[in-house]
C-alpha cells in the first residue's frame, strides 16, 4: 500500500487536475507520482426498438472522428443516474423510462481516480436535443444484431462504448 506524504495541483483544469507529489511504500521507501483527479462520469447505451443510438464526434485528444454512447462528466454533488438522464436527453434528445446502471469502473487506475457509470437506457421518450455549444455530433443508429460484428470488427474503439455494448448484449441475453 501506498500513503500520500506530500501532493500538490500541478494544473486545475475545466474537466481535471493533475497531481504530483511523493508516497511512501510499505517498506517506507519514498517514490514519486503523479496522478489524475477527475469527478468521474457516466455513459448510456440508450436502446430504441430494435437498435442503440450512438454519437459520432471528432475528438482532439486521437485527432479522430470515432462512434461513442453518449456520456459526460459528473458535476458537483449530483448523482451518477440524475447525470446520465441529463446527458442522454441534451446529446441525443431522449428521456429514459427505465435506467438500468450496468457498471461502474476505474478508466485507468495507474494514474486517474475517473470512475465512469455506465447505466442502460430503455421505454425512450423523443425529447430534443440540447448540445452545449461546443458539441458537434451527429447521430447514429446503430442495429442490435450487428453490434457483435461491429465490436469483432474494430468498428467501435471506444472504452465505455465497448463496455456498455457488451453489457447490454449480456442484459439482453439475460433478460
Same mark, same amino acid.
Given at each position: 500500500?501506498?500513503?500520500?506524504?506530500?501532493?500538490?495541483?500541478?494544473? /486545475?483544469?475545466? $474537466?481535471?487536475?493533475v497531481?504530483?507529489?511523493?508516497?511512501?511504500?510499505?517498506?517506507?521507501?519514498?517514490?514519486?507520482?503523479e496522478?489524475?483527479?477527475?469527478?468521474?462520469?457516466?455513459?448510456?447505451?440508450?436502446?430504441?426498438?430494435?437498435?442503440?443510438?450512438?454519437?459520432?464526434?471528432?475528438? $482532439?485528444?486521437? /485527432?479522430?472522428?470515432?462512434?461513442?454512447?453518449?456520456?459526460?462528466?459528473?458535476?458537483?454533488?449530483?448523482?451518477p443516474?440524475?447525470?446520465?438522464? #441529463?446527458?442522454?436527453e441534451?446529446?441525443?434528445?431522449?428521456?429514459?423510462?427505465k435506467?438500468v446502471?450496468?457498471? #461502474?469502473?476505474?478508466?485507468?487506475?495507474?494514474?486517474? /481516480?475517473?470512475?465512469?457509470?455506465?447505466?442502460?437506457?430503455?421505454?425512450? =421518450?423523443?425529447?430534443?436535443?440540447?448540445?452545449?455549444?461546443?458539441?458537434?455530433? =451527429? $447521430?447514429?443508429?446503430?442495429?442490435?444484431?450487428?453490434?457483435?460484428?461491429?465490436?469483432?470488427?474494430?468498428?467501435? =474503439?471506444?472504452?465505455?462504448?465497448?463496455?456498455?455494448?457488451?453489457?447490454?448484449?449480456?442484459y439482453?441475453?439475460t433478460?
Open positions: 500500500m501506498e500513503t500520500w506524504v506530500r501532493r500538490r495541483p500541478r494544473f /486545475n483544469g475545466r $474537466i481535471f487536475s497531481i504530483e507529489g511523493e508516497a511512501r511504500l510499505d517498506d517506507g521507501t519514498l517514490v514519486r507520482r496522478m489524475v483527479a477527475h469527478h468521474g462520469g457516466v455513459a448510456v447505451v440508450p436502446m430504441v426498438g430494435e437498435s442503440v443510438i450512438l454519437i459520432r464526434q471528432f475528438r $482532439i485528444a486521437i /485527432n479522430k472522428t470515432i462512434l461513442e454512447i453518449p456520456a459526460g462528466k459528473l458535476e458537483g454533488d449530483e448523482s443516474a440524475f447525470r446520465a438522464r #441529463a446527458e442522454l441534451e446529446e441525443v434528445g431522449y428521456r429514459a423510462g435506467l446502471l450496468a457498471h #461502474a469502473y476505474f478508466s485507468s487506475a495507474g494514474f486517474t /481516480n475517473e470512475r465512469m457509470h455506465i447505466f442502460l437506457a430503455f421505454d425512450l =421518450e423523443k425529447t430534443a436535443q440540447k448540445l452545449e455549444f461546443d458539441e458537434c455530433i =451527429e $447521430i447514429v443508429d446503430l442495429p442490435i444484431r450487428e453490434i457483435s460484428a461491429k465490436l469483432a470488427s474494430g468498428g467501435i =474503439e471506444d472504452a465505455k462504448t465497448i463496455i456498455g455494448l457488451r453489457a447490454l448484449l449480456a439482453l441475453e433478460g
